[in-house]
């Protein structure tokens, strides 16, 4: 079992910016794949970013890419999610997942983090 934490949501502005944590206990945490997922009122959960268990390499989504940054510090059990020029569609619960390298659903999930932009 992974146990996942986020924390980090809040109210910002248009335009401000957030950092997103997510902390994983349980089993060896660089041997996941982790994942940034958010969920808007009324709309499915939606992927955002995910990085590969070195933390080698990264892929966003189209609307966040040059905007959004994943990173992860293994010795730490911590991903990240720097989010920049925030715009109020990104207004959702964060989630982080984990998921092995070899499959292509994610295994855990995180309780999620609340983000709201105002405009």
């Known amino acids: 079992q992974v146990q996942l934490v986020e924390s980090g949501g809040g109210l910002v502005q248009a335009g401000g910016s957030l950092r997103l944590s997510c902390t994983a206990s349980?089993?060896?945490?660089?041997?996941?794949?982790m994942g940034w997922f958010r969920q808007a009122p009324g709309k499915e959960r939606e992927f955002v970013a995910r990085?590969?268990?070195?933390?080698?390499?990264?892929y966003y989504a189209d609307s966040v890419k040059g905007r959004f940054t994943i990173s992860r510090d293994n010795a730490k059990n911590t991903v990240y999610l720097q989010m920049n020029s925030l715009k109020p569609e990104a207004t959702a619960v964060y989630y982080c997942?984990?998921?092995?390298?070899?499959?292509?659903?994610?295994?855990?999930w995180g309780q999620g983090t609340q983000v709201t932009v105002s405009s």
């Open positions: 349980g089993r060896t945490f660089s041997n996941y794949v």
């Open positions: 990085i590969s268990s070195s933390g080698a390499i990264t």
């Open positions: 997942g984990a998921r092995r390298p070899a499959k292509s659903g994610y295994d855990y």
